[in-house]
């Protein structure tokens, strides 16, 4: 996740959001205020001051889901055909202005839902915000991969070409310049293998995130059993993905017929696995859940 968002966020300018979030990370380290005395308090014990004003971000919870909704259409509308940026010094730069209002949008996004997330680890709700901006995040690195592509295309004689045209570029030269000047290092294809890994590839911090501060008495407790899962759940988009299966289903190479039928089967006799965890609870002598049973013995315990 961080090298994502470094793609994203320091490819280009820097925001003044991302300086500010990173100014109050470094004063809060500096201070230390009281770490002893509030590190095993419950957040709503802590004094107001001591706690992130994020109505500077948004106002409410309400505005984020507005923004969220707005972002994620502009990304679903984005079609890279419609964009042939080597005509014309304005088509070009109409593409970088879309990349550069979409980009901050979801910088915007994402800093209210990774706060709210590290405000309370435990949060359920908290973390599902984190998520879906982190999947927003992907979605804009597809496209910024996509309009890199489509620059890289352009010569750099041409590109000089574009920026004497129009000189609102001029301010992106740079940036434009470096694109076309790495072309050849990497194909589309593999560009895109690139960014559809981005989800898989946060797995290990949102992991240790859940440990070290969601589950600090230790264990696999249920946000980081959460984050696993999460992480098995994203290894197999990634594949179907990767591979252009429409389904991970599909891309388990059984017939989808079977496999919907091996759900259903175990689905309808999950009263039986609810018995015998409740003869557990109370205490009831039982045979081990991993050790082999014949059918008969089965049959006689349910």
Known sequence: MFEMIKR??????????????????????VLNINQKSYSSMEREDIPQRYKWDLSSVYNSEQEWVEDFNLFQSKLADFNIEEMIVHNSGQDLLDMITFKEEVAKGIERIYVYSLLKSDSDTRNNHYQSLLFKAE????????????????????????????????EGLLVY???????????????????????LAGGMAGSPRNIFRMINYADKDGGLNQNTRAAIL??????DIFYKRARGYSSVRESRGVPIEAYDALIELVRSNLASLDRYRSMQSIGLSTPSAYKGISYGEAQRLY
């Open 135 to 166: 999947g927003l995040m992907r979605s804009l690195e597809k496209v910024i991969s996509l309009i890199s592509i489509e620059v890289a295309n352009i010569s750099e004689e041409r590109l000089q070409e574009l920026i004497e045209e129009e």
């Open 230 to 235: 999460n992480a098995k759940v994203e290894k």
């Open 8 to 29: 994203i966020l320091f490819a280009k300018k820097r925001y003044k959001l991302t300086s500010l979030i990173i100014l109050v990370i470094l004063i809060a380290s």
């Open 173 to 195: 030269e740079d940036y434009l310049t470096d694109i076309v000047r790495s072309s050849g290092y990497l194909s589309p294809k593999e560009e895109r293998i690139i960014y």
